[in-house]
Nanobody
Framework: QVQLVESGGGLVQAGGSLRLSCAAD????????MGWFRQAPGKGREYVGA???????EYGDSVKGRFTISRENAKNTVHLEMNSLKAEDTAVYYC????????????????WGQGTRVTVSS
């Protein structure tokens, strides 16, 4: 029902910033909770944060105070602003959409993007 495409990944120096975007199709984008997850080499999928249909957001402990999620419903787009990047932030970042009002449980997200790679050099 919803297709997601991430963009904005790349190589950045530690301490720098990067903004990821996730574009979704469909006219019902505003009804979905949009989550961000990441997977580092050799590690499992990690919850980054999410924003629900009312604009409320929450974040995983490892990124609190550094990352900010926002959404532009008119453009069917969600953003992940990453600041003070660390080497351990290196991962493939995925956006996902849920229509059941969840947060960190990846099992509740029905739609996933292809991922965009972020590499932080130290």
């Amino acid at each position: 029902q919803v297709q997601l495409v991430e963009s904005g990944g790349g190589l950045v120096q530690a301490g720098g910033s990067l903004r990821l975007s996730c574009a979704a199709d469909g006219r019902t984008f505003n009804t979905y909770t949009m989550g961000w997850f990441r997977q580092a080499p050799g590690k499992g999928r990690e919850y980054v944060g999410a924003i629900n249909w009312t604009g409320s957001s929450e974040y995983g402990d490892s990124v609190k105070g550094r990352f900010t999620i926002s959404r532009e419903n008119a453009k069917n787009t969600v953003h992940l602003e990453m600041n003070s990047l660390k080497a351990e932030d290196t991962a493939v970042y995925y956006c996902a959409a849920s229509n059941v009002g969840t947060w960190s449980d990846s099992r509740s997200y029905e739609h996933w993007g292809q991922g965009t790679r972020v590499t932080v050099s130290s």
